[in-house]
T-cell receptor, first 117, second 115 residues
Framework: AQSVAQPEDQVNVAEGNPLTVKCTYSVSGNPYLFWYVQYPNRGLQFLLKYITGDNLVKGSYGFEAEFNKSQTSFHLKKPSALVSDSALYFCAVRRFINTGTASKLTFGTGTRLQVTL | EAGVTQFPSHSVIEKGQTVTLRCDPISGHDNLYWYRRVMGKEIKFLLHFVKESKQDESGMPNNRFLAERTGGTYSTLKVQPAELEDSGVYFC?????????????FGPGTRLTVT
């Protein structure tokens, strides 16, 4: 079985400060990890993913995430937060089955990011 | 390129009634997924189509839920009869990949309220 934990329901950050949204995962084998963001009244938008290679992956809107295999974590980060980053963020994991098989995503409960002036 | 679309955006029904949700994936995407988020909880997988075939329906909660994807294009998810615990946001997603390393593209969701 695979699972994702997002330990913080909400993260509050002042604009211009760095932000971190935490995510840990559990999966058998190699994980494929994703971050999605949901703005109010919108669907989930893909931010970034880790498949293999460099542990630091860069994504949309200046976000990046660091894969840490020993800590089974994939924390989302941004050096300087914007008020417009305020949204709901979901971490997700996918188990590798084989190169020809697509499979479901397992999500965390989401973390609400609130960036204030 | 049009994204994933879902209809309706909101639905309010009474317990015992029937509701049908529709999802139109991105054109050419063979993989179609249904997920559900109940208030404040994680987004949970319901099922996965590859073209018109059900690849994985392990997340379907019970036999009151019926999903179809005739012709391998759009999909419908019917809840009959609806119960209070079925309330939540139902998301549809699609992807084109043959492997697991591609992201899924999500629709805006259908908010279902059962009263």
């Amino acid at each position: 079985a695979q699972s994702v934990a997002q330990p913080e329901d909400q993260v509050n950050v002042a604009e211009g400060n760095p932000l971190t949204v935490k995510c840990t995962y559990s999966v058998s084998g190699n994980p494929y990890l994703f971050w999605y963001v949901q703005y109010p009244n919108r669907g989930l938008q893909f931010l970034l993913k880790y498949i293999t290679g460099d542990n630091l992956v860069k994504g949309s809107y200046g976000f990046e995430a660091e894969f840490n295999k020993s800590q089974t974590s994939f924390h989302l980060k941004k050096p300087s937060a914007l008020v417009s980053d305020s949204a709901l963020y979901f971490c997700a994991v996918r188990r590798f089955i084989n190169t020809g098989t697509a499979s479901k995503l397992t999500f965390g409960t989401g973390t609400r990011l609130q960036v204030t002036l | 390129e049009a994204g994933v679309t879902q209809f309706p955006s909101h639905s309010v029904i009474e317990k015992g009634q029937t509701v049908t949700l529709r999802c139109d994936p991105i054109s050419g995407h063979d993989n179609l997924y249904w997920y559900r988020r109940v208030m404040g909880k994680e987004i949970k997988f319901l099922l996965h189509f590859v073209k018109e075939s059900k690849q994985d329906e392990s997340g379907m909660p019970n036999n009151r839920f019926l999903a179809e994807r005739t012709g391998g294009t759009y999909s419908t998810l019917k809840v009959q009869p609806a119960e209070l615990e079925d309330s939540g946001v139902y998301f549809c997603a699609s992807s084109q990949e043959r492997g697991p390393n591609r992201e899924q593209y999500f629709g805006p969701g259908t908010r279902l309220t059962v009263t």
